[in-house]
């Protein structure tokens, strides 16, 4: 009767343990699947955290104003609005989309608008040749006074000019021979006609635009930029 009994036990033991192992293979089982299902999840996450990530840059990149080389004059339709000291004050909104091709500004010479990525340098920069109108602009944004002149403008009053141009940080000067008057002193936003360098109007326009109030970017720099 004892040996019976060892010999029915030992079966019985024997599948105990199959089980146990078969159970343990199971949750063996179920554990990679898991590690499977959570690296596959997280790579999902990943990789649509990647895409939000590159849509905001893209979105950001073009809220900043880079438009890919597309020539946009938005917002600057507009007139002058004239004070009684003849500081005209550009009534419309102006742009301020940096662009890489021409721009069709409604005002010569511009006072802003949109305008190329690169300034004109202005750090009391005179040109003898006409510049880019997008790069002066740019340069306006940074709160520099552009001194232009025409051909009409007397020899004395341009020498006279550049050297008061000269000694000035944050303005530039250059030649405009298509403007309607030959003197003609801008800002952002700003312009009026001098009849000549000594107008007391050319001293009150810098002292009052030179880095003023209507300034985009103050501080911003006028060295770095396009020269000629």
Known sequence: MGSAKKTSAAPATKDRRDRIEEMRRAERARARRGRILIVSVSTVVVAALIGVGAWAVTKSGADDGDDGGKADAKGASGHFTYAKDGVGTWSGKLGRTHVTKKVAYPMNPPVGGD?????????????????????????????????????????????????????????????????????????????????????????????TFVQGKQTPEPGASCTGGLSR
């Open 115 to 207: 305008h190329n990525p690169v300034w004109m340098n202005c750090n009391g920069d005179v040109y003898a040749k006409a510049i880019p109108d997008e790069n002066a602009v740019h340069a306006l944004e940074h709160g520099s006074v552009w001194v232009t002149y025409n051909d009409k403008a007397a020899d004395g009053d341009v020498k006279a000019l550049a050297a008061k141009v000269k000694q000035t940080p944050y303005s530039l000067m250059s030649p405009v021979q298509d403007q309607k008057d030959p003197i003609m002193l801008s800002a952002w936003g700003h312009q009026r006609t001098v009849k000549s360098a000594t107008d007391p109007a050319v001293a009150a326009f810098f002292a």
